[in-house]
């Protein structure tokens, strides 16, 4: 698994690199793109949903996200919605691990 990850490291820093290279050169219209990414998380959100049956994970980070968007609004929730939800995962790391064993 080593060089699994290796190789997915070296794709993922010389796909970066070239992009940011070739993004001068190469222009394209970029208008609707962020649909599609809100697309695509609904879409993974949708399908945890429907294969756990615990869905506190999800509900954590609806609510985090929801109270952090209220609070500091659309600019500047992103990255304290995600300390959030990691802050919370952490405390309640013993409950998850203790249902983990449980579900196996």
């Known amino acids: 698994m080593f060089f699994v990850t290796l190789l997915n490291q070296i794709y993922w820093v010389g796909g970066a690199t070239l992009g940011a290279l070739l993004c001068s050169v190469i222009t394209f219209d970029t208008t609707g793109i962020e649909f599609v990414m809100t697309a695509l998380f609904v879409v993974m959100f949708m399908n945890q949903w429907e294969e ?8 954590i980070g609806l609510i985090s996200s929801f109270i952090c ?3 500091l609004g659309a600019d ?11 802050i919370i ?7 998850l691990d203790k249902q983990e064993v449980e579900i196996l």
């Open 69 to 71: 968007l209220i609070l």
């Open 52 to 59: 756990t049956t615990d869905h506190r994970p999800a509900l």
């Open 89 to 95: 995962f952490t405390l309640d790391r013993k409950n």
């Open 76 to 86: 500047n929730f992103m990255l304290p919605a995600m300390a959030l939800i990691v």
